[in-house]
């Protein structure tokens, strides 16, 4: 596609409840980053995919949170037994050749109520 | 470990005037990058400029410069002939080792006056 697509654009979640938020990224892009971005922050760093491996989870802040990128295109970002500091907008981002070509989404905003 | 810091929380320009927002950044990396990000309500990270740490040169992008000063871990963006569409939150981030994931400050909002 043109541009790296996510969705759902909204997600309201009970506390308790697991989601998974998708991240199309652009066609032949190696490189896939999750960011997670609280309110009034920066965006943070989750995970890193190379095609199809999961090269650093570092970020990911507890074993709630799971990546994965099965065929080296998709990426699922999922949360198990949301809590109500998990609100926040998720982007996703690719990039062809690193650091000289990241594309950002449009993030999911992810309120758990 | 890397860090990014913005000091500026808010900042404010009149159309056509000249801004600048301030960055300070840590790094144990020996080869990184430096990007500025504009983020506009639509939540979509939109790179506004780049600059490679071992370029001594700064660089530029149409009306947006920056002023890098390596030694004193400084990366400041300057906005000239500011416009209306340049109104949005704007993130300073830093890249390096071996994932170059970006490691972002907290922003500055930055509003334009007619």
């Known amino acids: 596609g043109a541009g790296v697509s996510q969705s759902p654009r909204y997600k309201v979640a009970k506390r308790g409840q697991d989601v998974a938020l998708r991240c199309d990224p652009i066609?032949?892009?190696?490189?896939l980053f999750w960011y997670q971005q609280a309110l009034g922050q920066g965006p943070e760093f989750l995970t890193y995919f190379q095609n199809e491996a999961q090269l650093d989870k570092s970020g990911l802040p507890s074993d709630r949170f799971f990546a994965e990128r099965p065929e080296g295109s998709v990426s699922t970002l999922k949360i198990q037994r949301t809590q109500q500091e998990d609100s926040a907008v998720y982007l996703c981002?690719?990039?062809?050749?690193?650091?000289?070509?990241?594309?950002f989404g449009s993030g999911t905003r992810l309120t758990v109520v | 470990a890397q860090t990014v810091t913005q000091s500026q929380p808010e900042m404010s320009v009149q159309e056509a005037e000249t801004v600048t927002l301030s960055c300070t950044y840590d790094?144990?990396?020996?080869?990184?990058?430096l990007f500025w990000y504009k983020q506009p309500p639509s939540r979509q990270m939109i790179l506004v400029i780049r600059?490679?740490?071992?370029?001594?040169q700064n660089a530029t992008e149409n009306r947006f410069s920056v002023n890098f000063q390596k030694a004193a871990k400084s990366f400041s963006l300057k906005i000239s002939d500011s416009q209306l569409g340049d109104a949005a939150m704007y993130f300073c981030a830093s890249s390096g080792g071996a994932t170059n994931k970006l490691i972002f400050g907290t922003g500055t909002l930055l509003a334009v006056q007619p």
């Open positions: 066609s032949g892009h190696v490189s």
């Open positions: 981002a690719s990039s062809f050749e690193g650091v000289n070509g990241y594309t």
């Open positions: 600059q490679e740490a071992y370029k001594q």
């Open positions: 790094t144990s990396e020996s080869d990184y990058y």
